[in-house]
């Protein structure tokens, strides 16, 4: 019909466009685009909330417990801002140990091209909006990789086991979103 929303896209741009029903459909839809992706694919998206995970043929399963939670868990762990929380929990991090010298994670040192604050020394940095992002000052950068990692598991991991519990397990699985 011409009110449907998918057939004035269709039309205005001149492609085919459709409509689906959910948040977790479009992923799915969106998912099995990928290049290789097989259409029995389990497709496992982690959102900000939540973690949808969406099987060929049947309902979606909407688990809370994504990206937001993880972001609030590692701000309550390390007492930083929401915001610095966010970038903190990303990925891998280093101690700034002088203005120029950074030893990461794996006790890699490497030198950054420009000075950083004199307060940030000391400091676990990682990569932020607007350069290093000091974040912590008493965890070494290797218990902050395995903190991280452990929160992770316990937030995303636990919620995904309890969102695909007695799903075939043997299958295909496309993972999108990524807190």
Sequence with gaps: SDD???????????????RVASEAQAARTGALTTPSARPGALVI????????????GESARVVAG??????????????????????AK??????LEGPHV??????????VASAV??????SLVV?????????????SPGEWRMLRQH?????????????TTGLVAEVDVLLVGGP
Aim: a negative charge; zero cysteines; hydrophobic letters at 45%.
């Design 151 to 163: 929160l992770k598991r316990a937030v995303v991991g636990d919620n995904v086991a309890r969102a």
């Design 90 to 95: 990303r990925g891998a991090s280093s101690r």
């Design 117 to 122: 604050p004199a307060d940030a020394v000391g």
């Design 45 to 56: 998206d982690l959102g900000g909330g939540t973690v949808d995970v969406v099987p060929e």
């Design 102 to 111: 950074l030893v990461g994670e794996d006790g890699e040192r490497r030198f």
């Design 4 to 18: 449907d929303p998918a057939s004035v896209l269709a039309h205005a741009l001149g492609v085919p466009a459709s």
């Design 66 to 87: 994504a990206g937001d939670l993880l972001t609030a868990a590692v701000a309550h762990v390390l007492d930083v801002p929401r915001g610095a929380a966010e970038w």
């Design 127 to 139: 990569p932020g909006p607007a350069g290093l992002l000091p974040f912590h000052r008493r965890l």
